[in-house]
């Protein structure tokens, strides 16, 4: 279940390096499957029985229709990014570890996410960035655990005024 204490993001203003502190946490908005929304990502990207043939997926190893763990994944990202908690300092990711999806979303769930801050760390090599360590945790809409993983992403340091651009004077 999701902690009580996870709060929503400042959204009028940026979020940089310096702004993040181990343990802190935000909820995202919620995102709901359809019938539609699965079978169209499963044609695309995932065409295994179970996320695109209702009648084949009935008698899969999931008791019916789920969407891909993939999808599940992007839309999370999605209402993440929508939080602004990102926005603009992240520079990427070297990879995600520890991905899990314990549980199947079906069509007409709603998902939301936790983030965690896990770490925080400068970078030595490269100055103008820190390294953050974020859990990644999606649950529906009874509470249950359907995704989870965590990454380290590359986050830009709080600009310096010396780094603005200069102003353009008249002549």
């Not at 279940?1 to 935000?26: I, K, L, V, Y």
């Not at 989870?148 to 005024?161: E, K």
Request: glycine share 8%; net charge negative.
């Amino acid at each position: 279940m999701a902690p009580e204490n996870a709060g929503r993001p400042t959204t009028d203003r940026d979020w940089w390096f310096e702004d993040f502190a181990e343990g802190q946490s935000w909820r995202t908005e919620g995102a709901t499957f359809t019938e539609a929304s699965i079978l169209d990502f499963a044609f695309r990207y995932d065409p295994q029985p179970f996320h695109l043939d209702l009648e084949a997926s009935k008698a899969g190893p999931y008791g019916g229709l789920i969407a891909s763990g993939f999808q599940t994944l992007s839309t999370f990202f999605r209402l993440w990014h929508a939080e602004r908690i990102a926005n603009p300092s992240s520079a990427g990711s070297p990879g995600m570890e520890e991905l899990r999806w314990p549980a199947p979303v079906r069509p007409g769930d709603t998902i939301r996410g936790l983030i965690t801050v896990e770490s925080v760390r400068a970078s030595k090599s490269r100055p103008r960035f820190g390294l953050v360590g974020w859990r990644y945790e999606g649950f529906n809409q009874k509470d249950a655990l359907i995704f989870s993983a965590r990454s380290f992403v590359l986050h830009h340091r709080r600009p310096l005024a010396e780094d603005a651009a200069p102003e353009i004077q008249e002549t």
